[in-house]
């Protein structure tokens, strides 16, 4: 019937998405129609024609007539009735496709950042090093001051490296000021053998 349908409905002026919509949801409900319906053969097929044991509760149970499946479809169909009845009644359902979406002309958009700041930070962000240019300090939230190899602020000392629990590590210079030299490692008692060498034999 499409074929038919379609080239009268575009003629007429009726919009073919909607149009196809509506025909979708007629089809959806022929499936369900008696005595024709697809959908109610397809559950005659698979209903049991004879009395049959329910493997959850144990009990014979009796066989599904067409009938009961006839009836048993009856809500669906009014259900499907009444979305045909909500389609023709509000179109602006199906086609909202159709709404005037706004336009904007990229030549029109304009991004400007909030905030202050001078040519060297623009975005008005805190400098990483307290004693760069730029002014301000950056906030510490609890966190020793980061230097990226700028000067230390005047009449601040430069800050300590975290110990963090470990030795200091030195690469063979000499030992920062304030700081021992770190004891060379004790020999391995005579008792113990010394796993570092292969085992004579």
Known sequence: MVPLLAPV??????????????????????FLTPPFGFSLFFLRSIAPTSNWVDKVTGKTMPPV?????????????IIQFIMIIVVIAFPGLVMHYKDEQPTVKPADVQIQLQGGGNNNNPL?????NPGSSGGGSAPSMGLPPLNLGGPAPSG????????????????GGPAPAGTTAPAAPAAPA???PDLSQPPKL
């Open 9 to 30: 409905a575009d003629k007429l002026g009726i919009d073919l998405v909607w149009f196809g919509i509506i025909l979708g949801i007629n089809l959806q409900t022929s």
């Open 124 to 128: 008005g962000l805190p400098p990483l």
């Open 65 to 77: 007539k067409t009938t009961e499946i006839y009836r048993g479809v009856f809500p669906y169909i």
């Open 190 to 192: 005579p008792s113990q």
């Open 156 to 171: 601040a000392a430069a800050p300590a490296a975290p110990q963090l629990g470990l030795p200091p590590l030195n690469l």
